[in-house]
């Protein structure tokens, strides 16, 4: 139980695009989502949470108008790098936290993570 | 965010030896969840072992334990005959009140037969 799925698992596009990615979990509802960056041989860097119904939350540093967040839905958080350029290449994983965990010892479910290149 | 220290980019064991990988954090926090994932070359985040701040016994899943020392703020993973398959990076994580995860710099384990 708890898969939540990452979709694409790879991309590579041109500079300029804008890529969607989607964090899905399958069997479960997931009241809060978090999108990491991670560069290569480097640690995960939490850039914002989002809950289900309300606005994400950024950390600082990271630009909300380049990386747009909507959490939908109980089972569906997309992350949109807008007008992306070469910098915005990284990997980036998504996580989920189920509804009804709440303060436990159940780890974040994560996804399998997306390679986004920009040309 | 907390911060955690993993001090160690990189750990060679020989197989069937034991590994121990360190770390460190810093919090006001009383009540937390550590853990430690491992990330093989995938890149898919594996949940290796848990700890609950509040627990005072070690954690163990198999070949893996942890030494944790609340006082010290300390949260060592030993490694204990050490597989290839254990060849991956391990990271180091701290869970704060909010759910938020921080994130050690990781360390690499590389597994000689």
């Known amino acids: 139980g708890a898969v939540v799925s990452q979709h694409p698992s790879r991309v590579i596009c041109k500079s300029g695009t804008s890529v969607k990615i989607e964090c899905r979990s399958l069997d479960f509802q997931a009241t809060t989502m978090f999108w990491y960056r991670q560069f290569p041989k480097k640690s995960l860097m939490l850039m914002a949470t989002?809950?289900?119904?309300?606005?994400?939350?950024?950390e600082q540093g990271v630009e909300k108008d380049k990386f747009l967040i909507n959490h939908a839905s109980l089972t569906l958080s997309t992350l949109t790098v807008t007008s992306a350029h070469p910098e915005d290449s990284s990997f980036y994983i998504c996580?989920?936290?189920?509804?009804?965990?709440?303060?436990?010892?159940?780890?974040?479910?994560f996804g399998d993570g997306t390679r986004l290149s920009i040309l | 965010a907390q911060t955690v220290t993993q001090s160690q980019p990189e750990m060679s064991v020989q197989e069937a030896e034991t590994v121990t990988l360190s770390c460190t954090y810093d919090t006001s926090e009383s009540d937390y969840y550590l853990f430690w994932y491992k990330q093989p070359p995938s890149r898919q985040m594996i949940l290796v072992i848990r700890q609950e701040a509040y627990k005072q016994q070690n954690a163990t899943e198999n070949r893996f334990s942890v030494n944790f020392q609340k006082a010290a703020k300390s949260f060592s993973l030993k490694i204990s005959d050490s597989q290839l398959g254990d060849a991956a990076m391990y990271f180091c994580?701290?869970?704060?009140?909010?759910?938020?995860?921080?994130f050690g710099a990781g360390t690499t384990v590389t597994v000689r037969a």
């Open positions: 994580a701290y869970r704060s009140n909010d759910y938020k995860l921080s």
């Open positions: 996580s989920a936290r189920a509804r009804g965990e709440g303060w436990s010892n159940q780890p974040q479910h």
């Open positions: 989002s809950n289900e119904g309300s606005k994400a939350t950024y």
